[in-house]
C-alpha cells in the first residue's frame, strides 16, 4: 500500500488544529460518505490544489437552500445537520463556505480564493445562488470568505459563534 505524500498528513494535522471536528460533533467530518454525497449535491463542491508532494489546499462548499442556511445561522441546525438534511433535489439558492484549508507556505498567493471562486462559479451555472454564507474559525478565513463574497458580489452572511 503506497504511503500518503508528505503533504496530505500535514493538511490533516491543520485541519485537526484549526476545526478540532474530532471534538466537536456538530461539525462535519469529512470521510467517504460525506464525499459521496458532497459529489452527489454538485462536483465542484470539493476542489484540491497539489503539487509534487501532495496537497496544499482543499476547499469544501456545500450549496444548500435559503431556509437550511437561516436554520444554521440561527443555530437551529449543525454544520453535520446542515449536509444531512440537503439533498440532491432541491432548488439551492445559498453556498456554505464550509473549509478552506492551505499549508501556511501556500498562503497569500491568491490561489484558495481562486479556487473558492472558480468552485462557487460552477454551482452558480447549475443554481440560482444568491448568498454566500461562513462560520468563521479564524481572522483569515473571515477575510478570505470576505474576499470571495465581493469578487462574487453576493452578500455574505456569517455565524457569530465561536467554538
Known sequence: MPQPLPNFNRMLGLIDEIFETRNDPK???VNEAVIEKLQQL??????ELANEQGPISWVLIIPTTKSLMMDFLDCKVSENDLLNKTTV?????SIYL????TLPEFRRKGD???MCIRAIKEVCKDFPIKTLYVWPFTREGEFLAEGIAKEIG??????DYKK
Not at 89 to 93: A, Q, V, Y
Not at 98 to 101: F, I, K
Not at 154 to 159: A, G, V
Open 154 to 159: 453576493l452578500p455574505l452572511m456569517k455565524l
Open 42 to 47: 454538485h462536483p465542484s463542491t470539493l476542489c
Open 112 to 114: 484558495t480564493k481562486k
Open 98 to 101: 464550509c473549509s478552506a484549508t
Open 27 to 29: 461539525q462535519l467530518e
Open 89 to 93: 433535489d432541491d432548488n439551492f439558492e
